[in-house]
């Protein structure tokens, strides 16, 4: 069993920062893959960040590329989520992630969820 608990979500201005972070429990967590994923109201769940139990790999989705950096501190049992130049259409509930083994940018592969965070960017 893994237990996911994200943190670090709040309203800020366009153009601003925000850090998530993911407090992940379990023996197995080195070798999970962990992914950050999104909701707007409305839209279904999308993928936003990972990285990859397996390789150590980072994958991120095109929309922040450039603006969004995951990372990972194994020592920590921890996962974040540094988000710069933040828009308003990053207004979403922010999930985190997790399932054993390789990377997957599909959410319904994921086994473990947090229970979300709430990021809303004003403009």
Not at 14 to 40: E, I, P
Not at 79 to 99: F, H, I, W
Request: some cysteine; charged content about 20%.
């Amino acid at each position: 069993q893994v237990q996911l608990v994200e943190s670090g979500g709040g309203l800020v201005q366009a153009g601003g920062s925000l850090r998530l972070s993911c407090a992940a429990s379990g023996r197995a967590f080195t070798r999970y893959t962990m992914g950050w994923f999104r909701q707007a109201p409305g839209k279904e769940r999308e993928f936003v960040a990972a990285i990859s139990g397996n390789t150590g790999r980072v994958y991120s989705a095109d929309s922040v590329k450039g603006r969004f950096t995951i990372s990972k501190d194994n020592a920590k049992n921890t996962v974040c989520l540094q988000m710069n130049s933040l828009k308003p259409e990053d207004t979403a509930v922010y999930y985190c992630a997790a399932r054993p083994g390789s990377f997957t940018y599909y959410p319904y592969e994921y086994d473990y969820w947090g229970q979300g965070t709430q990021v809303t960017v004003s403009s």
